[in-house]
Structures are given as structure tokens and as C-alpha cells.
């Protein structure tokens, strides 16, 4: 059960940082749009992210499709880095 809590503190932690990066980067008067495109986008990543996890899975199999993740990764983790400047 440590595991679990440790993970779901490190998501909610994790997910302050794109927040605050928002705040810094969207005019006050644009906040609502800004922060409503960040919520539907988060939501659906999370309901797109497992169902083109699943047809990956079920095409490729999961020997092939667990190296392929890390793509995705390291395109985030540039545009976060690069995006905001």
C-alpha cells in the first residue's frame, strides 16, 4: 500500500508543476480557456492514452510495444522543455 500512496503523492505533486507553468504563461484574461484546454486535455489522455495503449498491445504485442513507449515520453518531456520558452 506504500507503493500506491507514494505514486498517487508524486501525481499530485506532478501535476502542480504544468499548473504553475500555465499561470506563468497565459494572459489573465485568457486564464479559464487556458486552464479548461489544459483539464480536457489531461482527461483525454486519459481515456485516449489506455485505449491506443490496448490497440498497440494488441497489434504488436507487449515485447515490442514497451521499448515504443518511450517515445511518446521523450516528446513530452521536449515540448515541456522547449514549448514554454
Request: glycine fraction near 12%.
Amino acid at each position: 500500500m506504500r507503493g500506491i500512496g507514494l505514486a498517487t503523492f508524486l501525481a499530485d505533486v506532478g501535476h502542480e508543476v504544468p499548473t504553475a507553468l500555465l499561470a506563468d504563461l497565459a494572459p489573465t484574461s485568457a486564464y479559464g480557456r487556458a486552464y479548461g484546454f489544459e483539464r480536457m486535455m489531461d482527461n483525454l489522455g486519459a481515456i485516449g492514452g489506455p485505449l491506443l495503449t490496448l490497440g498497440l498491445v494488441t497489434a504488436i504485442g507487449v515485447r515490442s510495444a514497451i521499448p515504443r513507449s518511450i517515445i511518446p515520453e521523450l516528446l513530452a518531456t521536449n515540448l515541456a522543455a522547449h514549448g514554454s520558452r
